[in-house]
């Protein structure tokens, strides 16, 4: 017997992910892991992210979460990339515990993209 | 808009509707008005419900052409194959405790075999050819002296392969080997002359081809030798091999099915090859489509397809409102590739991206036309979301 694996909420950013796409800027970051591909890219300016999109390969929580993280860092201090929290992924997408690992390679990514973004803002540190 | 006009099915190897002549004949036997009399009962109502049970065993038996005293009613084709496989194991173990069956049986028969390892029997599992077939030279180097069972399936639930049953037989009775056939995909699909087929034992069920969920048969064949002992015990129906009070209702929407299937199995077939090119044709040029199985020896009911670099679950909820079924056993707890379609040499990827879509004799033009676009735009969105790989 099945239940739906997916809340209204991973439905909806997998059928219209709005920050699928690469964007032309120098900021990314890659990571191929857990059976899950993930490429981010951000404009950032004056220290706050402009612009955030995703590529994703993936099962649709992965998609959901690349899609979430893009539309929630968008206007947000470039720190706050830093900070993200698989955990609340979780929480926000009732992504089932056995995918834990692949919503850590999100995490991953995105904290990845916020040590870029600092480096290309901090080049003498 | 209802949620069941908001789908497309193309899920008919799981379960299939209800045929209406079937829902009618059940439904009369089942008020006030029918006969819905315990068949055990010696009174009148309860005679005439024997006799409505012996007709529904008429029509099944006339679909397979046998003879209706060979069939045991059972709850569905698991309970069937638990019954040919377990029963017959038990019954026969003095013979020997081999038994050898294929790594792409489905569960109701690879899960009781495993039983009987469990208690000391030995088991071979055969693997398949690439296209899903059984090499008949495997098998026959695989019987042995105290082989006592073998069970191969007709009709592949995941990839509609259909084995050459016959081969099978005639290898098994050479060395007095029993051979039981899971045919839960083919009774009414597929013509089936038990007559002339040197089967032992059969398994089927009802809801595969229009009939009710939870009535399924197992058929015995007359032959010295033949037997099973029974699962369960109590009230001695059915000879003691399947006791119980048979659900009449079901019986009659089995046997209302089966005569159906029979007169219509020649349009079905040309209606389902139809559907089934029809849907080929408008995907296989999909570049890194690959179909599970074969057209040549394949059930036109089935279309096992994987393609290259696409994850199977993503395709899946991409795909609706198509209602398929995921290659892998696909769900919150579990994204294990299918382990027929590894047994077949595909990778965890390709087997994960597999989609089985099966038509049945409600499926039209236009929902093949759907699929088609559904597929291809699935295919495309999530290529064109996807990176390329890590150098």
């Given amino acids: ?125 | 808009m209802t949620e069941h006009e908001n789908i497309v099915y193309l899920d008919y190897a799981a379960s299939t509707p209800v045929d209406a002549q079937v829902l009618e004949a059940m439904t009369a036997l089942m008020t006030a008005d029918g006969n819905y009399a315990n068949p055990s009962s010696t009174h009148r109502a309860g005679r005439r419900s024997v006799e409505y049970i012996a007709h529904a065993a008429g029509q099944l038996a006339g679909l397979l052409n046998t003879a209706a005293d060979r069939l045991i009613w059972t709850s569905g084709a698991t309970e069937s194959d638990n019954l040919a496989i377990l029963g017959a194991a038990r019954f026969r173990q003095a013979k020997g405790r081999h038994v050898i069956s294929m790594r792409t049986e489905h569960k109701a028969v690879t899960d009781p075999i495993s039983v009987l390892e469990k208690h000391g029997f030995d088991v071979t599992w055969l693997d398949p050819e690439p296209n899903g077939l059984l090499d008949i030279a495997s098998l026959e180097s695989a019987l042995r002296d105290d082989t006592q069972l073998v069970s191969i399936m007709h009709m592949n639930n995941e990839t509609g392969v259909i084995q050459d049953i016959e081969k099978i037989a005639a290898a098994c009775h050479e060395r007095d080997v029993l051979f039981h056939v899971d045919a839960a995909q083919s009774v009414g699909k597929l013509p089936i002359d038990l007559a002339a087929l040197p089967v032992d034992l059969m398994s089927m069920t009802a809801h595969k081809v229009y009939g009710p969920k939870g009535i399924g048969a197992l058929y015995i064949a007359d032959r010295p030798g033949v037997h099973v002992d029974p699962l369960l015990y109590g009230g001695g129906q059915q000879r003691g091999l399947r006791p119980g009070t048979l659900p009449a209702q079901q019986i009659i929407g089995f046997g209302m099915a089966a005569e159906i299937a029979q007169s219509r199995m020649n349009d079905d077939l040309k209606h389902l090859v139809a559907l089934r090119d029809k849907f080929w044709s408008g995907i296989r040029d999909i570049p890194g489509v690959l179909l599970n199985g074969t057209i040549e020896h394949g059930f036109p009911g089935i279309l096992n397809v994987s393609v290259d670099d696409i994850e199977g679950e993503s395709l899946l909820l991409a795909l609706e409102p198509l209602c398929v079924a995921t290659g892998s056993a696909c769900n919150s707890k579990s994204q294990a590739p299918s382990y027929v379609l590894r047994a077949l040499g595909k990778s965890d990827e390709l087997a994960q991206s597999a989609i089985r879509f099966s038509f049945g004799r409600p499926t039209r033009a236009q929902d093949i036309e759907l699929a088609v676009d559904l597929y291809r735009s699935a295919i495309a969105r999530l290529r064109g979301m996807a990176p390329e790989h890590a150098a």
């Fill in chain 1, 1 to 125: 017997m099945s239940s739906d694996p997916y809340s209204a909420h991973v439905r909806q950013l997998f059928g219209a992910p709005a920050h699928a796409g690469r964007l032309a800027s120098p900021l990314r970051a890659s990571i191929e892991a857990q059976g899950v591909r993930i490429r981010l890219s951000a404009e950032v300016d004056n220290n706050e992210v402009r612009a955030m999109r995703f590529e994703a390969w993936g099962c649709p929580h992965v998609i959901a979460a690349a899609e979430e993280v893009c539309a929630s860092f968008e206007g947000k201090p470039v720190s706050g990339l830093l900070g993200i929290s698989a955990a609340d992924l979780m929480q926000s997408l009732s992504v089932p515990v056995e995918k834990t690992g692949r919503i850590l390679v999100v995490e991953d990514a995105v904290r990845l993209l916020g040590s870029v973004v600092r480096d290309a803002s901090n080049p003498d540190d």
